[in-house]
């Protein structure tokens, strides 16, 4: 449960001049390589929204198979980080960026997606959305990992999920 993933020092030194010490991050990663494990993007937007009221800037995890999602989320949150667009981190591959990050995030929210395990480091929290497949079976119990079910609602659709959950959990965990 102490367990942290190693962190490239280089790799670090370079997220230093992107992220700053005294602002709050909160990841974002909107995608799933299955579309049936997607959480609708108008609920992610909600969510950010609701986040940038409480002053966290968001940095968005995107894939190649979300790239309809950047342009929408770039209009709607200008001050957001979109790692993969860094020229500075260029020389790295995406799955060390996104493991180094989490060393800068207060939390991260994600679909159950390869990325949602790139963010599981425990360096930060990370609030993990899971439908239709049920997280007990693929997901260790950390203190740092908080899994939200579809089956809460009796259902196996993650789009079942509410905002206000996702919102619960984060206050909650005081986040």
Sequence with gaps: TNFKIPINKNIEMNLKTIFSENINYAGIAPGAGEKNKIWPIKNFIEICKYLELKCYILVFYIGPQE?????????????AIFLENEKSLSNYS????????????????????????????NYCPLIKLFGPKDSKKFTPKLKNLITINSSEVNSNKIEDISVQRVKTAIEE???
Excluded: Q
Aim: charged content about 25%.
């Design 94 to 121: 995406n799955i060390e960026i996104i493991m180094a990050s989490t060393k800068f995030l207060k939390f991260a929210i994600s679909n159950d997606s390869g990325v949602s395990h790139m963010l599981s480091t």
């Design 173 to 175: 965990k005081g986040l």
């Design 67 to 79: 790239k309809e999602y950047e342009k929408v989320l770039k209009d709607s949150f200008k001050n």
